[in-house]
Nanobody
Framework: QVQLVESGGGLGQAGGSLRLSCAVS????????MGWYRQAPGKQRELVAS???????NYADSVKGRFTISRDNAKNTVYLQMNSLKPEDTAVYYC?????????WGRGTQVTVSS
């Protein structure tokens, strides 16, 4: 069982920055893929960014050039650096771990961007 705990959310201003962290209860060195997802009120959960064990990254078009996903294997932590925030980035952000055939989710952290 893999446990994920997100932190770093809160209130940000348009044009500002926030950094989210996802602490993982096990070694992330061998986890095939880690991802950040978000869900805004009334909308489906969507992929924001993902990173593989080979450090290959993928981003949603809406965040390309503004958000950066990274992983620190020594700390078993995955980060999402969010720059140039927009009000439409407001959502609950979830961390996910893809290990073998299982997907593990954190409980989420709220990000609210004011204009």
């Amino acid at each position: 069982q893999v446990q994920l705990v997100e932190s770093g959310g809160g209130l940000g201003q348009a044009g500002g920055s926030l950094r989210l962290s996802c602490a993982v209860s096990t070694s992330i060195f061998s986890i095939r893929r880690m991802g950040w997802y978000r869900q805004a009120p009334g909308k489906q959960r969507e992929l924001v960014a993902s990173i593989t064990s080979a450090d290959s990254t993928n981003y949603a078009d809406s965040v390309k050039g503004r958000f950066t996903i990274s992983r620190d294997n020594a700390k078993n932590t995955v980060y999402l650096q969010m720059n140039s925030l927009k009000p439409e980035d407001t959502a609950v952000y979830y961390c996910a771990a893809f290990q073998r055939l299982d997907i593990y989710w954190g409980r989420g952290t709220q990000v609210t961007v004011s204009s």
